[in-house]
């Protein structure tokens, strides 16, 4: 893959309603990739004229079949602005990249995840 080129990405179309939250709360004030600044408010305003734009959510497939995010606020907004949500679904034991390792530590906490469970050397 070329320098720059972003993953090909296959993602699929779920109802808003289908997908679980992992925390209870949204981030009201928010920042893009760009650095500018936004409001929930303004993404579902965007939404219910646009509809989904952007990027697709992560999602997991859990043991039980359903759907879960760690990507709250898009969900949310898609909830109220009644559309669906774009997503990339993936296993609960399937494997992360080491960009995804990156993003889904938290520092403060303490929190890094693993690759997998089976590696733990």
Do not use: C
């Not at 709360?25 to 990739?33: G, S």
């Not at 989904?52 to 997991?60: I, R």
């Not at 990507?71 to 898609?78: G, K």
Request: charged content about 30%.
């Amino acid at each position: 893959m070329a320098v720059g080129a972003k993953k090909i990405v296959n993602a699929t179309s779920h109802k808003a309603d289908d997908i679980r939250f992992s925390q209870n709360t949204v981030t009201f004030n928010k920042t893009d990739k760009d650095g500018g600044a936004f409001t929930y408010s303004d993404l579902v305003k965007s939404m219910k004229s646009n509809g989904w734009k952007g990027d697709p959510v992560d999602v997991v497939r859990m043991p039980d079949g359903k759907l879960s995010s760690i990507d709250n606020t898009r969900i949310a907004a898609a909830r109220e602005a009644g559309i669906d949500v774009k997503a990339t679904v993936r296993g609960f034991d399937d494997l992360l990249s080491a960009s995804e390792i990156k993003r889904f530590t938290i520092p403060k906490k303490g929190f890094v995840p693993k690759m997998s469970a089976l590696i733990e050397n």
